[in-house]
């Protein structure tokens, strides 16, 4: 050991671990909205690549056990238990009227919610989570048409579909709801 060497006493090395976990505890998508990013969550449906702002986006479930519901539309999977809390299941590619392919057991469940909805959409895959500069999302074309033009957000340059997660979480056509007399 070198004598001129100093070690942080005490109370030095409580400073910098206490500035080096401020820094650590920092939520990427935090750091991205001040520097004027969209964070995505980007899933596979049918052959195409869809996106959903990652702000709306709970956590990502594989899809183990669902139990399917009677008498509800063939967009709706089924129920989910997750941790106790029972959660419905969108099928987008049904919603969409999109060409899909029997469950595996790759498929998972992308869990959104904002202050008054929640519930899960059912994708093929999950690729993973990116930031987007704010003028990477082009307007939807307008030869888009059908069911799921009304929950476009816009295109990337790359082709990734970005969805509108609160049009999506309030719209009344995926409420289901019964009324009994």
Do not use: H
Request: proline share 7%; aromatic share 6%.
């Amino acid at each position: 050991m070198k004598q001129d060497q100093v070690f942080p006493g005490a109370a030095e090395k409580r400073s910098i671990l206490k500035a080096r976990a401020r820094a650590l505890a920092q939520e990427p998508a935090a750091a991205g909205a001040e520097r004027g990013l969209l964070e995505i969550t980007e899933f596979r449906l049918a052959a195409e690549t869809y996106a959903i702002a990652s702000a709306f986006v709970r956590e990502v479930q594989p899809l183990k056990d669902y139990t399917p519901l009677p008498g509800v539309p063939p967009f709706v999977l089924g129920l989910i238990n997750v941790r106790g809390q029972i959660l419905s299941v969108v099928d987008l590619k049904k919603f969409f009227s999109l060409p899909g392919k029997s469950l595996s057991e790759l498929d998972k469940v992308i869990i959104i919610r904002n202050d008054s909805m929640e519930f899960g959409l059912l994708a093929d895959a999950v690729l993973g989570t990116r930031a987007l500069p704010p003028d990477a999302v082009q307007a939807a074309p307008p030869t888009v048409t059908g069911i799921g033009a009304e929950y476009l957000k816009g295109v990337t340059r790359e082709g990734v579909i970005v969805l509108d997660a609160e049009k999506i979480l309030g719209d009344e056509k995926i409420v289901v709801s019964q009324k009994t007399e």
